[in-house]
């Protein structure tokens, strides 16, 4: 090689190199401007949850004690390391109590499990609180548990979810405190209720502790996990393959999916059941919740259900501030109340 070409060739090695460094460099500091702008997100989540939970007790306290309390479910589903000290301590998560002011002395009250929905998500009044204020004026103590892999409490509470795995403990752990806490809950009249992700919480629970509770309503439940991560895009779709979750797609793993869907647990119903669906549903599709009633006949199983056709609202078509969903609600209520006998049901 000439003196002239080496130099050429040296040079071009050195630019490569020092564009190759550079290239790293901005890499490194891309990475550190994601991981501070996710470290403020959780920081602003804590700090959203809690001013909530201030607008909780003005938006239902005159009618309802409100309380928020910290209890324990099941070991972490996947800790980072098995070996490490406290990697199997029961987890620690709050749970909120919302019991009717005017009890009467000696009154049993009958309770409603209420799991929220959302993957990432929590309690939040201002999709919840007309809800929980007409359960309590019927009488009804609600029991609304915020799961292990809620907001609100920062970044290593998140990455504990287990999507229809352990959050389904602890919603019924947070049950069985509430009945060994409160003497004045009626452990004979225990029903559930919940939409979307808090549908499939519900069915759930439902269908593994029939013992438990007397009656379900699951609205616009999620039922079919593999089917669901079929029609939704990759950005939902990562939040199931992350390494602290599931870690696998359902094509990696398809068993674990399906143990994860209430589709799959049909057979074991043994209480009441009321299903709702909306045909223009944006959110939990249609054909979804369509896959466990057609399942649930063809296991015999005596249910209920409704569809609303292209009912205003879409996935939210029953939980809106209009008298159209009022009227649904009612409907549910009614369903409610033939099994839990709430002291002033609605008519």
């Given amino acids: 090689m000439k003196r002239r070409d080496l130099v050429f060739f040296l040079a071009t090695c050195l630019v490569a190199s020092f564009a190759w460094g550079q290239q790293q460099d901005l890499a490194a500091q891309l990475k550190q401007v994601l991981q501070n702008q996710e470290d403020l997100q959780h920081r602003l989540d804590a700090l959203e949850k809690a001013i909530d939970d201030v607008a909780w007790y003005h938006r239902v306290g005159d009618i309802a004690l409100v309380d928020k309390w910290r209890i324990v479910g099941p070991p972490d589903a996947n800790p980072k390391n098995p070996k490490a000290p406290g990697a199997t301590n029961p987890l620690k998560f709050f749970t909120y109590t919302f019991i009717p002011r005017d009890r009467k002395p000696g009154e049993k009250l009958p309770v409603l499990l209420l799991p929220h929905g959302g993957v990432h998500a929590n309690l939040e009044s201002a999709y919840t609180a007309h809800i929980v204020r007409e359960l309590v004026q019927q009488g009804y103590a609600v029991i609304a548990p915020d799961y292990r892999g809620s907001t609100g409490y920062g970044k290593e509470f998140y990455e504990l979810i287990d999507y ?12 069985n405190w509430a009945l060994a806490m409160f003497d004045y809950l009626d452990k004979d009249r225990v029903g559930l209720i919940g939409w979307s992700h808090g549908g499939l919480i519900t069915l759930m ?12 309503f699951a609205g616009v439940p999620v039922s079919d996990l593999i089917m669901r991560l079929g029609y939704h895009d990759k950005d939902y779709q990562d939040l199931f393959y992350a390494d602290y979750h599931i870690g696998k797609t359902v094509r990696q793993d398809i068993a674990e999916y399906k143990r994860r869907s209430p589709v799959w647990h049909v057979d074991k119903l043994a209480i009441p059941l009321l299903i709702h669906t ?11 919740v ?6 649930l006949k063809a296991a015999g199983k005596d249910f209920q259900y409704k569809i609303f056709q292209d009912a205003p609202g879409g996935h939210s078509f029953d939980r809106l501030d209009t008298p159209e969903a009022f009227a649904i609600r009612k409907e ?10 709430p002291p002033r049901p609605l008519r």
């Fill in 278 to 288: 909306n045909t223009n549903d944006e959110d939990v599709n249609f054909v979804e």
């Fill in 205 to 216: 629970l439902a269908f593994q502790y029939p013992k438990d509770y007397r009656c379900a």
């Fill in 164 to 175: 229809g795995g352990r959050e389904i403990e602890d919603v019924q752990a947070a049950k």
């Fill in 290 to 295: 369509e896959h466990p009633i057609q399942a």
């Fill in 332 to 341: 549910i209520y009614a369903f409610l109340a033939r099994y839990l006998s």
